[in-house]
């Protein structure tokens, strides 16, 4: 497998082919209407109410209003939306670590998420222990661990820091060691968000690489980004969501378009408002200096007045 | 490669599990060796960085006996017997248990907030955090008594077969305790008052809980019947029995409080499971 692997590499670099996808079978991510509320407690005190009264009457925000989608194999999705759109909260649901209120999700293959990279490491422990460590977190086995601990150790470049405590590691270093694993769990899914900045620009080339060989492998990929650039290049399907809801699933292309106009909307609007809220003000200003000329005058005239 | 997505690798939130208990076992199902060495690097995250390091584990309880029995058998002079047996020895069997009870109360109901990056950034089973921080606490519970075991033995009192009851008092112990911060520990997590509601009672505990008096020793029947109802005292009762006055699990004096435990016990997993199920998937987005 690992050799057919090499061939289609070597006969396609960097060009882009279309992937073949089998949408026959069973979707690897699959939304079914999932509604998601966050809950807003206004205090510690509604906080411990809640505990016993079931979360009632406390405020909640939706992130999610019914999102349902279909992701299979081989796919290379792009989530755009703006800020509170619901992308961090699909992510997070996709990796596990945020529950539906409602609705189902389903994901069938193995994550990895280049999220939150150094979450779960132990300061105390060894870089090596760590590997161990996480992949357990990620729930590989011994054997997968051993297989792939040589190509961590050797992608991270830690040298000698790879059996010092984790602690004593600087904050790029931490990254290294955390983008090394994620990377090398030959995942079926991979989660990118392009807001990742990791080390040196060195080893960020080395990372864009390492990302850029392991979508030429094939694998599923979830890729949040504001660069049309970036998502041109890497994806052929986009999703773009809008206040909590999927406002458009297709091309990359279409779906750009209508989220650039959705901006340029949102800007319009923005300037108009902005715009009428300047002409309030120098409505009110031009009258209150009209104000201010006939209470002088008046004043004036009462001192002339005064003065006869 | 895609292709290959094995069954291994598969989460659906769909077909939701009828109880907290199942999802808790579930949870456990084949993580022993994970579980393990996340107790081990909570037990090093505790006592590292530190000259004496591990050592602090045993000075610190050590200390606090010290205190106690300097207070109780140099200074009130005057109650240096307990039940037949100089209070020291009487102290150190109560509190070896009570160390570890207080660690487990406390800690426990703490685990999941000191542990906030395994809910809110990976994707963990929240129930296994209490579990590795209880089993670190029981390392220590365990050196501990090793040490109390030969202070024991220099003294005459042991050994004896009753002390291998020992191995059914411990696990019973770390059970009922892991099985309390299915309760505690979610709350804790969800409300910050909560926790210091839990540690704002545990030196009421301590004085209520028979740590260096006996509950055996009321004189007023009611009051002794009532000190059943403290699953802190089966415990340090229980270790006096293996260790200081040689009693059965079975002696027929002592049904009634055993199976007010057990249906406390009961009470307990019941509860436990409860709130476990109605937390679980709310404390990562409150965390």
Redesign the interface.
């Known amino acids: 497998m690992e050799i057919e692997e090499n061939v289609v590499i070597e006969e396609a670099p960097e060009v882009e082919t279309p992937r073949v996808i089998d949408r026959s079978g069973e979707p690897v991510i699959e939304f079914e209407n999932v509604v998601k509320n966050y809950y807003l407690y206004k205090s510690g005190r509604e906080r411990f109410k809640a505990m016993f009264t079931g979360n009632r009457g406390v405020r909640q925000h939706p992130a999610l209003g019914g999102v349902s989608f279909k992701i299979y194999a081989g796919e290379s999705v792009g989530f755009i939306g703006r800020n509170g759109a619901g992308k961090s909260t699909i992510l997070k649901m996709i990796t596990g670590v945020s529950y539906p209120t409602s609705g189902d999700v389903t994901v069938r293959g193995k994550v990895a998420a280049l999220l939150e990279l150094t979450a779960g490491f132990s300061p105390e422990m060894t870089g090596r222990e760590n590997i161990t460590m996480k992949g357990y977190l990620l729930g590989l086995t011994d054997d997968d661990i051993a297989e792939i601990e040589d190509d961590i150790i050797n992608f991270a470049d830690l040298g000698e820091y790879i059996d010092q405590p984790v602690l004593t590691y600087s904050s790029g270093m931490k990254m290294r060691l955390g983008f090394a694993i994620n990377i090398n769990i030959h995942p079926d899914i991979l989660v990118v968000d392009e807001a990742l900045s990791v080390g040196d620009s060195r080893f960020r080339k080395k990372c864009r690489k390492a990302i850029k060989a392991l979508i030429d492998t094939g694998v599923t990929v979830l890729f949040v980004s504001h660069s049309a650039d970036a998502l041109k290049s890497t994806c052929d399907r986009a999703i773009y969501l809008k206040d909590g809801g999927v406002e458009f699933d297709g091309t990359v292309d279409d779906a750009l378009e209508r989220y650039n106009a959705d901006i340029e909307e949102i800007r319009r609007v923005r300037r108009e408002k902005k715009e009428a809220r300047r002409q309030r003000v120098l409505e009110k200003r031009a009258k209150k200096q009209a104000k201010l000329a006939a209470q002088q005058a008046e004043q004036s005239g009462e001192v002339t007045e005064n003065d006869v | 490669?895609?292709?290959?997505?094995?069954s291994?690798?598969?989460?659906?939130?769909?077909g939701e599990e009828k109880s907290g208990l199942s999802i808790i076992f579930r949870e456990h199902k084949g993580q022993a060796?994970?579980i393990f060495?996340?107790s081990v690097?909570h037990l090093?995250?505790t006592y590292?960085?530190s000259l004496l390091g591990p050592l602090w584990a045993v000075i610190k309880p050590t200390f606090t006996l010290f205190i106690l029995w300097f207070a109780f058998a140099v200074g009130l002079r005057h109650s240096n017997i307990v039940a037949g047996y100089p209070r020291f020895y009487f102290m150190l069997v109560g509190y070896v248990p009570w160390f570890y009870i207080s660690e487990a109360i406390l800690g426990g109901a703490r685990s999941i907030r000191k542990n906030k990056?395994?809910?809110?950034?990976?994707?963990?089973p929240m129930s296994n955090i209490m579990t590795f921080t209880n089993l670190s606490a029981l390392y220590i519970h365990i050196l501990l008594a090793v040490l109390m075991f030969i202070v024991l033995c220099v003294r005459g009192y042991a050994p004896m077969i009753y002390n291998l009851q020992f191995f059914y008092y411990c696990p019973l112990m770390f059970l009922f305790f892991l099985i309390l911060t299915w309760t505690t520990a979610p709350?804790s997590a969800?409300?910050?008052?909560?926790e210091n509601l839990i540690s704002s009672i545990m030196t009421g505990l301590f004085w209520l809980s028979g740590i260096f008096w006996s509950t055996y020793d009321i004189e007023n029947p009611f009051i002794k019947k009532l000190m059943y109802l403290n699953p802190i005292n089966y415990f340090i009762n229980g270790y006096r029995k293996s260790f200081l006055y040689g009693i059965s699990i079975f002696d027929a004096n002592y049904t009634t409080e055993t199976v007010v435990f057990y249906a406390e016990m009961l009470l307990l997993i019941l509860m436990g499971s409860h709130y476990y199920k109605?937390?679980r998937?709310?404390i990562?987005?409150?965390l």
């Open positions: 490669m895609a292709e290959n997505t094995n291994e690798y598969f989460y659906t939130t769909k060796k994970k060495l996340l690097s090093k995250k590292s960085g990056q395994y809910v809110t950034k990976l994707s963990f709350m969800f409300s910050k008052d909560f109605k937390l998937r709310l990562p987005d409150v």
